[in-house]
């Protein structure tokens, strides 16, 4: 009971509480986090790898506190890779941050919504195409400890996402994918690619918000070198397309964490197919190139 007094404030259930395990190979294991001193260890994993490894900028009380931290943690499920063989307050090596849509409704919305207009996704037609009972889960503030790098903890972790889609009925994940940089015009060629291969259809097409639009249809179709252009790819991004991803109209930069951003919207069925326990997941693994790109999602 000793949290049971921020519970009101938390609105995804399994937070802070006794979460079961998705997974556990050896020392490994991926779960929930099940109380407030796991988020903050999550935090301070996130602020090593944000503000210490990349660039991103600090507020004052993140550089206070060391902890990356935002108004959605105390709303969001927190998955966490933990090594049991680590140290105490050292254990938590990977994390993704999840938001399911029936707490963001609720509660302050999605994080993606300061960037993109999300209305698409939440029309009648959309809905249909969910299926009856299913909702969306915003994926975000995915980080993997150096040291950890690899496909196998990459696998892990998705595995476990696996196991909360069909927990949550989640019909589709969707969140933002990074480029490296403020200055949309060092990835057109990137851009112009995904732009015109991997476009959410226009029947629902999210697009960035007026005030942060840039534009991603900047090459003609016909001048794109399709091959160079999947080279230009984050491995991160180039693993969500692997899975069958679609990408939003218009790139948004994020002076905060030095990256340009992008939408990507991913079916669920086929991550469940290709990461839940239920499957065999030795030749699904992420590359090992994607995995060192976790840390950048």
Same mark, same amino acid.
């Given at each position: 009971?000793?949290?049971?007094?921020?519970?009101?404030?938390?609105?995804?259930?399994?937070?802070?509480?006794?979460?079961?395990?998705?997974?556990?190979?050896?020392?490994?294991?991926?779960?929930?986090?099940?109380?407030?001193?796991?988020?903050?260890?999550?935090?301070? @994993?996130?602020?090593?790898?944000?503000?210490?490894?990349?660039?991103?900028?600090?507020? $004052?009380?993140?550089?206070?506190?060391?902890?990356? %931290?935002?108004?959605?943690?105390?709303?969001?499920?927190?998955?966490?890779? #933990?090594?049991?063989?680590?140290?105490? +307050?050292?254990?938590?090596?990977?994390?993704?941050?999840?938001?399911?849509?029936?707490?963001?409704?609720?509660?302050?919305?999605?994080?993606?919504?300061?960037?993109?207009?999300?209305?698409?996704?939440?029309?009648?037609?959309?809905?249909? %195409?969910?299926?009856?009972?299913?909702?969306? @889960?915003?994926?975000?503030?995915?980080?993997?400890?150096?040291?950890?790098?690899?496909?196998?903890?990459?696998?892990?972790?998705?595995? +476990? %996402?696996?196991?909360?889609?069909?927990?949550?009925? #989640?019909? /589709?994940?969707?969140?933002?994918?990074?480029?490296? +940089?403020?200055?949309?015009?060092?990835?057109? $060629?990137?851009?112009?690619?995904? /732009?015109?291969?991997?476009?959410?259809?226009?029947?629902?097409?999210?697009?960035?918000?007026?005030?942060?639009?840039?534009?991603?249809?900047?090459?003609?179709?016909?001048?794109?070198?399709?091959?160079?252009?999947?080279?230009?790819?984050?491995?991160? %991004?180039?693993?969500?397309?692997?899975? +069958?991803?679609?990408?939003?109209?218009?790139?948004?930069?994020?002076?905060?964490?030095?990256?340009?951003?992008?939408? #990507?919207?991913?079916?669920?069925?086929?991550?469940?197919?290709?990461?839940?326990?239920? /499957?065999?997941?030795?030749?699904?693994?992420?590359?090992?190139?994607?995995?060192?790109?976790?840390?950048?999602?």
């Amino acid at each position: 009971m000793k949290y049971a007094g921020l519970r009101p404030q938390v609105a995804a259930a399994q937070t802070l509480v006794g979460a079961k395990s998705y997974v556990r190979q050896g020392s490994i294991e991926v779960r929930l986090a099940r109380s407030l001193k796991e988020i903050k260890e999550a935090q301070k @994993l996130r602020y090593q790898i944000f503000y210490e490894e990349m660039n991103a900028k600090p507020s $004052l009380r993140m550089r206070t506190s060391r902890r990356d %931290i935002d108004k959605y943690d105390m709303i969001c499920d927190h998955l966490l890779v #933990i090594d049991h063989d680590r140290p105490r +307050g050292q254990r938590i090596v990977g994390t993704y941050r999840l938001l399911r849509q029936q707490v963001a409704d609720a509660q302050a919305g999605f994080y993606s919504s300061s960037e993109y207009d999300l209305g698409p996704l939440k029309t009648p037609a959309f809905e249909k %195409i969910m299926g009856e009972g299913k909702q969306l @889960l915003e994926l975000g503030r995915s980080c993997v400890h150096l040291d950890y790098r690899a496909s196998s903890t990459i696998n892990m972790l998705w595995s +476990g %996402i696996a196991e909360y889609l069909k927990e949550h009925k #989640i019909a /589709y994940m969707f969140g933002c994918a990074s480029f490296e +940089g403020t200055d949309p015009a060092e990835h057109a $060629l990137a851009l112009a690619y995904l /732009y015109h291969n991997h476009r959410v259809p226009d029947d629902f097409r999210v697009k960035a918000l007026d005030n942060l639009f840039n534009d991603m249809n900047t090459l003609e179709e016909a001048d794109i070198d399709n091959r160079l252009a999947r080279r230009a790819l984050p491995p991160l %991004i180039k693993g969500y397309l692997r899975l +069958g991803c679609f990408f939003g109209d218009g790139a948004v930069v994020d002076e905060q964490f030095g990256t340009t951003d992008v939408f #990507i919207l991913l079916p669920v069925e086929k991550i469940a197919s290709r990461y839940s326990r239920h /499957y065999d997941l030795k030749g699904e693994a992420n590359d090992e190139e994607a995995a060192k790109e976790a840390a950048k999602a």
